[in-house]
């Protein structure tokens, strides 16, 4: 990844508002070629609005936005061209056949009859749907139909791909499956757009991420660099079986020196004990506490970040 090549995606002081409402609050990013890029948030977080404005589905309220060196507000139709976009809600015609469902798709994009059946072959195969082919979509599994919404967005061979939620409803076979396609078209340098809350989806696939609040983003960096920077390499699980043996546990951490205690429910989270997370570890399970030590990950700095309380 070349950050010294100009970005295909730039945002400068990005701002969506709906009224009173501020959605996008401000933002600043850059997505560069071949890579994929992550947005992490919980509902409300802007992340929609964000897509919706590179999309040019929506219009931008304040900043600049560029796509593939192109302004969102000028030159829409040009920048919707060179996309490819996989929507949360799948939209396919329930009553046409695959392949047909797939030309009439490249119609929208000028693609010469010859090529487009030879491109409709190539996604098929590639998402494993060859044998579906004459099909209609309304028989189609779920999972069949969330791949046929991802091998649609490849029939335009669209320079950046916008993922939103792709694999939402996928048993984990067919969502290895995705993820394994996915990472193969990153490899031919297709650059990928990526809204999730899947967060082992994140980590598996993206190379940077924002992870947005509010409409702001409160951190970015890749997957690895968050999750140390935030959480650090272990968190220390305690369950506690009722508020008086809690109070207990509190009091004992409170002596740990520097880290961070996070008390949520019958849960007590501590993070940053570096070194010495294995010994207290140890130390509270022949205490008789319920304890349990792991690696930190994603979903860790997310709710850090974000909350771990039920947002809506």
Request: with cysteine; glycine share 8%; aromatic share 4%.
């Amino acid at each position: 990844m070349d950050k010294d090549a100009a970005a295909v995606i730039s945002a400068r002081r990005l701002v969506k508002r709906f009224g009173t409402l501020t959605a996008v609050d401000g933002i600043d990013f850059e997505v560069f070629a071949s890579e994929c890029f992550g947005f992490l948030g919980p509902n409300g977080a802007g992340k929609t609005s964000t897509i919706r404005m590179i999309t040019c589905v929506s219009p931008v309220t304040e900043g600049e936005l560029l796509v593939d060196g192109l302004d969102v507000r000028h030159d829409g139709r040009r920048i919707k061209a060179r996309l490819g976009v996989v929507p949360q809600e799948d939209n396919l015609d329930p009553d046409l056949p695959v392949r047909q469902s797939l030309f009439v798709y490249s119609r929208y994009f000028d693609i010469p009859a010859p090529v487009a059946r030879q491109r409709i072959d190539e996604v098929l195969a590639l998402f494993q749907l060859q044998d579906r082919a004459n099909e209609v979509v309304d028989n189609l599994s779920g999972g069949m139909k969330r791949r046929l919404s991802i091998a649609r967005a490849l029939v335009s061979q669209p320079k950046i791909l916008v993922l939103d939620e792709p694999t939402t409803g996928l048993d984990p076979q067919a969502r290895h499956l995705v993820w394994q396609k996915l990472r193969l078209l990153k490899g031919q340098g297709v650059t990928m757009l990526l809204s999730t809350h899947n967060m082992e989806e994140a980590a598996h696939l993206c190379d940077r991420i924002v992870i947005m609040h509010l409409g702001r983003i409160l951190a970015q960096g890749t997957p690895a660099d968050l999750i140390t920077s935030h959480v650090g390499e272990e968190v220390l699980e305690l369950q506690a079986a009722d508020q008086e043996e809690k109070t207990q546990v509190l009091e004992r951490l409170a002596g740990l020196g520097d880290v961070t205690v996070e008390d949520v429910e019958d849960v007590v989270f501590v993070l940053g004990l570096g070194p010495h997370g294995p010994h207290v570890a140890a130390e509270l399970l022949r205490q008789g506490q319920k304890a349990r030590l792991r690696r930190a990950t994603l979903e860790d700095v997310f709710l850090r970040l974000t909350g771990r309380g039920l947002t809506e």
